[in-house]
């Protein structure tokens, strides 16, 4: 069975950090390009973080620039975003996606697989 679960968000103070992880079975996460994904309530989802499946090149809104890192263990068939210096809004549903193509297609929508996501929310 195809799956993506996403773990690791939660209840965090301004400033602080957290590490996402998108564990993957029933596929070779390594053959796909992984995308990053954060959905609020009335508003349009963004495309956070990408990793691509060839060369592992890394893509970031400019939002998270300098603050997340996106990374991969194939070994353990896992995806990381590491969250450092949270800011209110990056509060979201934090997501991750699987596509068998460029981090370009798979950050505005073309992937083949999605998890259910994990809510992180950033508050004092």
């Known amino acids: 069975q195809v799956q993506l679960v996403e773990s690791g968000g939660g209840l965090v103070e301004p400033g602080g950090s957290l590490r996402l992880s998108c564990a993957a079975s029933?596929?070779?996460?390594?053959?796909?390009?992984i995308g990053w994904f954060r959905q609020v309530p009335g508003q349009e989802r963004e495309g956070v973080s990408c990793?691509?499946?060839?060369?592992?090149?890394?893509y970031y809104i400019g939002s998270v620039k300098g603050r997340f890192t996106i990374s991969r263990d194939n070994a353990k068939n896992t995806v990381y975003l590491q969250m450092k210096n949270l800011e209110p809004d990056d509060t979201g549903l934090y997501y991750c996606?699987?596509?068998?193509?460029?981090?370009?297609?798979?950050?505005?929508?073309?992937?083949?697989?999605r998890g259910q996501g994990t809510q992180v929310t950033v508050s004092s």
């Open positions: 996606v699987a596509g068998q193509t460029s981090c370009g297609r798979v950050i505005i929508g073309r992937h083949d697989y």
């Open positions: 029933g596929f070779t996460l390594e053959d796909y390009s």
């Open positions: 990793i691509s499946s060839n060369d592992g090149n890394t």
